[in-house]
């Protein structure tokens, strides 16, 4: 079975500032890691994906997560925050092979100007 | 990727209706997928839909209340059956395209019950 948790439901920055969103994940499989985002009154949209491969990913708007496997953890970050990164972010995983996503319980990151 | 769209946008319903809610996706895809995203909450999954088969609830979700219909490959619906304000929340669907767990979601449905 997996699980996900995100450390910090609510996460502050100021614009310019590096953005770091924590998450640990639990699998007795290798997992398949995601970092989702979702802008107010909006559906998800996906960030960024680990499948297998090099650990360091690159996703859209900046953003970034490497797969930690000895620490159990796939932390998102962006080196210099932008107002329009204010939004709720969810980070989730599946087990390879296997459709069904687990998410953890996001984390609301706002960018103070 | 694809496109989904989802119908209605949101809705406010009495307690005791029901409420069938569309997914539309600009493909043809085997897994469909339902979740319920209550206020300030993450995303708990209701159930998994494949075209041709029954849908598979996940625990705490039964048909009765939730069902399902997946008539085609581009098509589902979920129905909110005798609804209760414990129900109002944010329902998306999702397709997963390349079965690695990568889902595309639809913009949701933001459901009240008064």
């Known amino acids: 079975a997996q699980s996900v948790t995100q450390l910090g439901s609510h996460v502050s920055v100021s614009e310019g500032a590096l953005v770091l969103l924590r998450c640990n994940y639990s699998?007795?499989?290798?997992?398949?890691l995601f970092w989702y985002v979702q802008y107010p009154n909006q559906g998800l949209q996906l960030l960024l994906k680990?499948?297998?491969?090099?650990?360091l990913v690159k996703g859209i708007n900046g953003f970034e997560a490497e797969f930690k496997k000895s620490e159990t953890s796939f932390p998102l970050t962006k080196p210099s925050a932008h107002m329009s990164d204010a939004a709720e972010y969810f980070c989730?995983?599946?087990?390879?092979?296997?459709?069904?996503?687990?998410f953890g319980q996001g984390t609301r990151l706002t960018i103070n100007p | 990727s694809a496109v989904i769209s989802q119908k209605p946008s949101r809705d406010i319903c009495q307690r005791g209706t029901s409420l069938t809610i569309q997914c539309q996706v600009d493909?043809?895809?085997?897994?469909m997928f339902w979740y319920r995203q209550q206020p300030g909450q993450s995303l708990t999954l209701i159930a998994t839909?494949?075209?041709?088969?029954?849908?598979?609830?996940e625990s705490g979700f039964v048909i009765d209340k939730f069902p399902i219909s997946r008539p085609n490959l581009t098509f589902s619906t979920l129905t909110v059956s005798n609804m209760s304000p414990e129900d109002s929340s944010i329902y998306l669907c999702?397709?997963?395209?390349?079965?690695?767990?990568?889902?595309?979601f639809g913009p949701g449905t933001r459901l009240t019950v008064t």
């Open positions: 999702s397709v997963d395209l390349d079965r690695v767990g990568e889902q595309y």
């Open positions: 699998s007795s499989v290798p997992p398949y």
């Open positions: 680990y499948t297998t491969g090099a650990t």
């Open positions: 989730a995983v599946s087990a390879q092979g296997a459709q069904k996503l687990v």
């Open positions: 493909s043809q895809v085997t897994m």
């Open positions: 839909a494949n075209q041709g088969s029954e849908a598979t609830y």
